[in-house]
């Protein structure tokens, strides 16, 4: 196990990792939990890099010069070759909005704080992960964040092994304990963000740091071996996307890799299976698969408007094999390994200027000064345009002159009222309310239940303990109450099993007994309460509905037709029934956005001018709320004000 020497078994767990990852892309139901192959390999970078930092560190040869250059020849030329693939791709397939978050990404992962967006990305309306053809630059972004502070660390404790096995050590501890409660409490941070990931590294980082200053005992090699890959298998078979990851989950994947590196190259696994040199082949080609594979599978969903068929998947992955070898082969090991002393001088600048000219192109199209082939059709400007117009930045109290206040409670459905309400207290010149909205999208407003995805039900509480504050007057609840029946992830509070809740059953008539109980405390204490019901919602309404990307071209097939106000009704009625006996019980009032969004027979899905009405299939666009939703209006003002003012019409 000399520091220096090549490790072909770890190029073959390279191998097992990339693989377990391209198959979780393509095949989810095959590998579960295969994107713990990205542990693997943050384990495997730590050992790797840090070996070769505590080897120049004991020659003294090391220079953060030497080692960035190193890391640019590495990095840069299989991203910068994907990158631009990536923006030719999009700029034939997306549309403006799309093409604009595309560019976002671009330079997010030329500046390797791909998963520093993708964590602020992260919320209700975010885009579904499966369509970011550059979602899984965010593990090259933990990664280059660490070896930007790692190398600087171990430099200081250069001539003090002693102490720098402690901050090693506590460094990774802090990691981990960091890990564990992100994972309980902010899930997105846990994945994405450096802070719960570094421990990963480190764990690498201590097994090269025993193997230069210290020594391993080599007993029980074999056991190793065997222990470490039965870990790394058990995380590809047990793990799935419901599990609380990282958590105390990532150590399966973490300390496998850490048994099976220190078990030696000698050791049984290692030497026949891992060093294989089928194995050897694609660990080598690894990186350039990794970045190759996830753009062909994200933009094959793009043009399928779903997952592709499985002979496609099938074919991508052979491409994305093929990519990558050609990559290799043409690309990374001329630049990295080229004995032309012009070509070792020119290298870096040119690979660092390159990748600055894709940030500079990415922020060309988040900024709309660069559009794709589709901006040339005017209707699917107006589809973009839709989608974007979305005005809610979070929850808010705007003071009134009343000494009263009014909450607006619920999810997205209720957010998006906002630009409503935002335009008449922006008008209004009399007294007002003071307005307190308090919302969280995809989080029903019904106590007792809780969302795999969501976290919801400490907002309830929150929300319900707020209504209760002597100052509010009225309380206006709003919801998406048919996506509360088809998502099937509500679960009840404290279930440890997480089953499933199926509503409207008569096994669980007690979440909405609940719902009507808190409610009635409300009205009891003489508040004014408010239930807005479903408002419109069906793939009818969703302007993407109409976008055709046939073969690698945009096209749009026909114009937006009415949803039948019949076929909404059916759709929204056992919920809306429900709720509107639930109001009549309490004595809430009841509003019913059909009433205003729609005709007696049909909900139009465009204006007058032949603009979409509709974000999407059930949220209404800023524009059209702002002007055409009034129900609101009226729980602004003083009650009886409003009764004067209906007494006198």
Not at 256 to 284: M, T
Not at 341 to 360: D, E, F, K, T, Y
Not at 371 to 386: D, G, Y
Not at 503 to 517: I, P
């Given at each position: ?11 073959g ?21 295969g ?12 050992f ?28 840069f ?6 990158l ?6 999009g ?8 093409y ?12 390797f ?18 369509l ?18 790692w ?13 720098m ?49 210290g ?29 609380a990851f ?8 973490v ?33 350039p698969l ?76 988040v ?20 989608f ?28 998006h ?27 029903a ?27 509010i ?20 509070v404290?279930?440890p ?28 204490a003489?508040?004014h ?49 429900r ?71």
């Open positions: 196990m000399a520091a220096h020497v090549y490790r072909p078994d770890v190029d767990l390279r191998a097992l990792a990339v693989l377990a990852v391209v198959a979780f892309h393509a095949f989810p139901q095959a590998a579960p939990g994107f713990a192959g990205v542990d693997v390999f943050f384990v495997i970078s730590g790797l890099i840090s070996g070769i930092i505590f080897e120049d560190l004991k020659s003294a040869r090391f220079t953060f010069t030497g080692f960035y250059w190193r890391r640019v020849r590495r990095i030329p299989a991203l910068v070759l994907v631009t693939v990536c923006l030719g791709l700029w034939l397939v997306l549309l403006p909005d799309e604009a978050r595309l560019g976002k990404h671009v330079a997010g992962g030329a500046g704080i791909s998963n520093v967006l993708l964590w602020q990305e992260s919320g209700y309306f975010d885009v579904a992960a499966e970011k053809p550059l979602l899984h630059l965010w593990s090259l972004g933990v990664e280059e964040q660490y070896y930007l502070v190398p600087l660390a171990l430099y200081l404790l250069r001539r003090r092994p002693r102490p096995l402690w901050m090693i050590a506590g460094v990774a501890a802090l990691s981990f304990a960091a890990n564990l409660w992100l994972t309980l409490h902010k899930p997105g941070a846990a994945f994405f963000l450096p802070v719960g990931r570094f421990w990963e590294l480190l764990a690498g980082s201590l097994l090269a740091y025993f193997l230069h200053y020594r391993l005992p080599q007993a029980q090699r074999e056991l190793k071996a065997w222990a470490g890959m039965s870990m790394i298998c058990a995380s590809l078979v047990l793990l799935d996307k419901g599990r990282p958590g105390w989950w990532a150590l399966l994947p300390l496998g890799s850490v048994l099976v590196i220190w078990a030696g190259a000698e050791a049984w696994i290692n030497r026949r299976i891992l060093a294989h040199p089928a194995a050897v082949f694609v660990g080598l080609i690894s990186y990794y970045l190759w594979h996830w753009p062909l599978l994200a933009y094959a969903r793009v043009v399928y408007e779903g997952e592709a068929p499985w002979t496609t998947r099938l074919a991508l992955c052979a491409l994305s094999v093929l990519a990558a070898w050609l990559t290799y082969e043409l690309i990374e090991k001329k630049l990295r390994f080229s004995k032309l002393p012009a070509m070792r001088r020119i290298a870096v600048p040119a690979l660092a200027a390159s990748m600055a000219g894709l940030a500079a192109v990415g922020l060309a199209a900024q709309s000064r660069l559009l794709p082939q589709s901006a040339s059709l005017a209707s699917v400007r107006e589809i973009s345009s839709a974007n117009d979305w005005d809610y930045s979070g929850d808010r109290i705007i003071p009134g002159n009343t000494g009263r206040a009014v909450l607006f409670l619920g999810d997205s459905h209720m957010q009222y906002w630009p409503r309400i935002k335009k008449v207290l922006a008008e209004r010149t009399g007294p007002v309310h003071t307005v307190i909205l308090k919302t969280a999208g995809g989080c407003p019904l106590p007792g239940i809780e969302r795999k995805s969501g976290r919801c039900s400490r907002f309830v509480d929150e929300a319900f303990s707020l209504a209760r504050q002597p100052e007057e009225t309380v206006v609840i709003a919801a998406s109450w048919v996506g509360l029946l088809q998502r099937g992830d509500y679960y009840k404290g279930d099993e997480q089953a499933p809740l199926l509503l409207l059953t008569r096994e669980t008539e007690w979440v909405l007994q609940g719902f009507e109980a808190a409610l009635a405390e409300l009205t009891a003489g508040k309460v408010v239930l807005v019901l479903s408002s419109p919602r069906g793939s009818a309404l969703d302007p993407k509905s109409v976008i055709d990307r046939d073969g690698m071209a945009v096209q749009v097939r026909g114009a937006l037709a009415p949803l039948r106000r019949a076929d909404l009704a059916a759709l929204t009625a056992p919920i809306d029934g709720l509107r006996r639930i109001a009549d019980a309490v004595g809430a009032a009841v509003i019913d956005p059909a009433d205003w969004l729609c005709s007696p027979a049909l909900c139009p899905s465009v204006d007058e001018m032949g603009r979409p009405l509709y974000k999407d299939e059930s949220h209404l666009r800023a524009s059209v709320a702002r002007e055409r939703f009034g129900a609101v209006d009226p729980y602004l003002f003083p009650r009886e004000l409003n009764e004067k003012r209906t007494s006198s019409e």
